[in-house]
T-cell receptor, first 114, second 116 residues
Framework: AQKVTQAQTEISVVEKEDVTLDCVYE???????LFWYKQPPSGELVFLIR??????QNEISGRYSWNFQKSTSSFNFTITASQVVDSAVYFC???????????FGTGTSLTVIP | GAVVSQHPSWVICKSGTSVKIECRSL??????MFWYRQFPKQSLMLMAT?????????EQGVEKDKFLINHASLTLSTLTVTSAHPEDSSFYIC????????????FGPGTRLTVL
């Protein structure tokens, strides 16, 4: 079974629109970490955020915000007032407390149209 | 901080040759490094996990004799694709992990390998 599901394969939005990227995870561990990475066309994965399983506080960083809800096993990512530079593939990942392996979702390709 | 470099960024080689890719953590000591492979428009596929000074742990289906991994120091891991063939053409990405409380992986910029 897929441990991390990103159901949205591709999303297109017009510049300045808000967009939410969904991430649903599955784990039996009580201690785990969730991550979001951005992969622009250049290919390098850029670390965006890490959240541990004991911290359900939502986080905001500039135009980015994350909504972590353990009740629904979701860790969604919202970009406010999207810009063309936000166009990239975004990966959600899970690291369980029992090991250090990452489980990546299949990624969501975001295109921001000017 | 937490910068990971990869060299080369791209390489084109003839079928049958071997290619070495280096992964370095520039400003931290990486207790563990990971090697991934990514096909176009697909997610990252973990190939192997390497800890400094010990043998790499390969994922199921990854040929250890074909993809040689050497984690010689806390800042350097190398992946050698031996006797490369066109089907080995892919984007190879390494990551390095500093074993703090968070286990964050920091990724290198990737190496695009094309085997003719």
């Amino acid at each position: 079974a897929q441990k991390v599901t990103q159901a949205q394969t591709e999303i297109s939005v017009v510049e300045k629109e808000d967009v939410t990227l969904d991430c649903v995870y599955e784990t039996r561990d009580t201690t785990y970490y969730l991550f979001w990475y951005k992969q622009p066309p250049s290919g390098e994965l850029v670390f965006l955020i890490r959240r541990n399983s004991f911290d359900e506080q939502n986080e905001i960083s500039g135009r980015y915000s994350w909504n972590f809800q353990k009740s629904t096993s979701s860790f969604n990512f919202t970009i406010t007032a999207s810009q063309v530079v936000d166009s990239a593939v975004y990966f959600c990942a899970l690291s369980e407390g029992t090991g250090n392996q990452f489980y990546f979702g299949t990624g969501t390709s975001l295109t921001v149209i000017p | 901080g937490a910068v990971v470099s990869q060299h080369p960024s791209w390489v084109i080689c003839k079928s049958g040759t071997s290619v070495k890719i280096e992964c370095r953590s520039l400003d931290f000591q990486a207790t563990t490094m990971f090697w991934y492979r990514q096909f176009p428009k697909q997610s990252l596929m973990l190939m192997a996990t390497s800890n400094e000074g010990s043998k790499a742990t390969y994922e199921q289906g990854v040929e250890k004799d074909k993809f040689l991994i050497n984690h010689a120091s806390l800042t350097l891991s190398t992946l050698t694709v031996t006797s490369a063939h066109p089907e080995d053409s892919s984007f190879y990405i390494c990551s390095a992990q500093y074993r703090d409380l968070t286990d964050t992986q920091y990724f290198g910029p990737g190496t695009r390998l094309t085997v003719l």
